[in-house]
């Protein structure tokens, strides 16, 4: 895969779909140039859940973030291009919103570490398994003519 085909999962979560935000975070992305490559309303179940949040199991807020991402539809989605991961998590800011950059997502719309708003994957190695369990039938890609612009 070519640094222009990078990818990163990025989810609105649900108070983030509740609050009428999935277009304007999908916005910011289509902005900065990424191409979407998937896009789905998803009901997650405790399993896809469990696994996606795996590392945090043993974490005391384990079961209030299940139950905060099994509260409404998550918005679920891909985006590709140069620098998804990094830039991605920049867009989205830091975990906690108390101290998020202002311009972040969760600066811009969000207060509380549990109800931040969004999900960005950490790394490539994440945002591969993140992918293939989020879009379990697999992307297709396509071509972008704008990509000639975005792209030196
Ligand atoms: P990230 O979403 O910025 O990658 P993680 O540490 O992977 O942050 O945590 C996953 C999610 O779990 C956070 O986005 C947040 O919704 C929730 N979370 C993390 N730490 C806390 C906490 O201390 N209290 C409540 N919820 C938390
Ligand atoms: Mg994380």
Sequence with gaps: MSANEERSFIAVKPDGVERGLVGEILRRFEARGFKILALQLVHPSKELLGEHYKDLAGKPFFPKLLAYMQSGPVAAFVIQGKGAVKIGRAMLGATNPQDSAPG???????????KNVCHGSDSVESAEREIALWFPAGLKPYTRA????IYE
Excluded at 146 to 149: G, L, P, R, T
């Design 104 to 114: 972040t997502i969760r600066a811009d719309f969000a207060l509380d570490i549990g």
């Design 146 to 149: 704008v990509d000639a612009v």
